[in-house]
């Protein structure tokens, strides 16, 4: 077992997560809602945006011997893939693996920093699923410890949303393996149909036509909901310029008839995210997934347009982040 990122080997069974791709969607850029934030991240978020930071359990919490709705058993700790020896005793969980509460939460913090939304056993051959209530129950978490997991638990299951769909043939949960692709092949599908069995990630139909696709597939009306976002958006008018550039000019008329009128959703021209403008603040926003500056009238980076400031042609593309 070897971790995909660093190669080196380790002691943790290995989950097959498959990494995260994010879809473009929108961005609302102001007002700023903190729920909407949370759960539609545009990208990858770090954890501690979400949530409180995740400092691994330093001190080992301990079972009370005397609690009778615990059933302890001798033996190894199922779940202590690092050899930490916790003193606790032992403890049964549903699926009849035994932990300790260090050793519980090692684990279910460990697969919430993989972007798992459950918590499912490690121990050997079990792939047993455990309520939340079962985790804060026999992992003795503190009140902090708990609203950071169901926080993250709630952060990446809204994630999840994004990079899994459903089959259109069996109704499983498929993950998009290559984010520039639009075909997803079903594994279940092909091995229940014998056959190929490929959909649409976009319009969720049986694909049709010639793959590799990033636009569409050949089934009618399948459509790109980014691109028809920004070519059905309605417009939006900014007016005039803001206070500190207004004020370098004497003549002040020359920017009354400056109303710049815009699609009042963009792409970012560097990182390509949907990002919607609402006309609260100046033209000039700050994207935040790349933290380019650019003005959302003509599409220049930041300060290259204070002088003439043309509003720039609907776009039908979006750009890909070269990163
Ligand atoms: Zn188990
Ligand atoms: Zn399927
Ligand atoms: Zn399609
Ligand atoms: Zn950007
Ligand atoms: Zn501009």
């Known amino acids: 077992m070897f971790n995909r990122t660093t190669g080196v080997p380790s002691p943790y069974p290995d989950l097959g997560v498959a990494p995260f791709i994010s879809v473009p969607h929108v961005y609302r850029l102001y007002p700023e809602f903190p729920a909407y934030r949370a759960t539609m991240a545009p990208y990858p978020a770090p954890q501690h945006s979400v949530a409180p930071s995740s400092a691994p359990t330093k001190q080992e919490k301990c079972y009370n011997p005397h609690d009778p709705t615990l059933t302890f058993v001798d033996g190894e700790d199922d779940l202590d893939f690092l050899c930490e020896g916790f003193i606790s005793r032992r403890a049964k969980m549903s699926c009849g693996h035994a932990v300790t509460p260090t050793s519980l939460t090692n684990w279910c913090r460990r697969l919430l920093d993989q972007g798992r939304s459950r918590f499912v056993c490690g121990g050997s051959g079990c792939s047993a699923e455990w309520t939340f209530a079962e985790v804060c129950k026999m992992?003795?978490?503190?009140?902090?410890?708990?609203?950071?997991?169901?926080?993250?638990?709630?952060?990446?299951?809204?994630?999840?949303?994004?990079?899994?769909?459903?089959?259109?043939?069996?109704?499983?949960?498929?993950?998009?393996?290559?984010?520039?692709?639009?075909?997803?092949?079903?594994?279940?599908?092909?091995?229940v149909k014998g056959r190929l069995f490929e959909f649409c990630w976009q319009c969720l139909r049986e694909w049709k036509g010639a793959r590799p696709r990033k636009d569409r597939c050949g089934n009618r009306g399948c459509c790109n909901p980014s691109l028809e976002t920004l070519k059905k958006c309605p417009d939006i008018k900014f007016r005039g310029y803001d206070d500190e550039y207004e004020s370098e000019y004497e003549d002040e008329d020359e920017f009354d008839s400056g109303v710049l009128v815009c699609p009042s959703v963009r792409a970012c021209p560097t990182c390509g995210l949907l990002l919607e403008h609402s006309t609260m603040a100046c033209p000039s926003v700050d994207c935040p997934?790349?933290?380019?500056?650019?003005?959302?009238?003509?599409?220049?980076?930041?300060?290259?347009?204070?002088?003439?400031?043309?509003?720039?042609?609907?776009?039908?593309?979006?750009?890909?982040?070269k990163k």
């Open 139 to 191: 992992a003795l978490l503190d009140p902090q410890e708990m609203e950071y997991f169901q926080k993250t638990m709630d952060f990446n299951a809204a994630r999840q949303t994004l990079t899994t769909k459903l089959c259109p043939g069996c109704g499983f949960a498929v993950t998009r393996e290559n984010g520039s692709d639009l075909n997803v092949l079903c594994k279940v599908c092909t091995a």
């Open 289 to 321: 997934r790349c933290n380019v500056t650019f003005c959302f009238v003509c599409l220049k980076n930041s300060g290259e347009c204070l002088s003439s400031c043309i509003a720039a042609p609907r776009q039908t593309s979006i750009p890909v982040w």
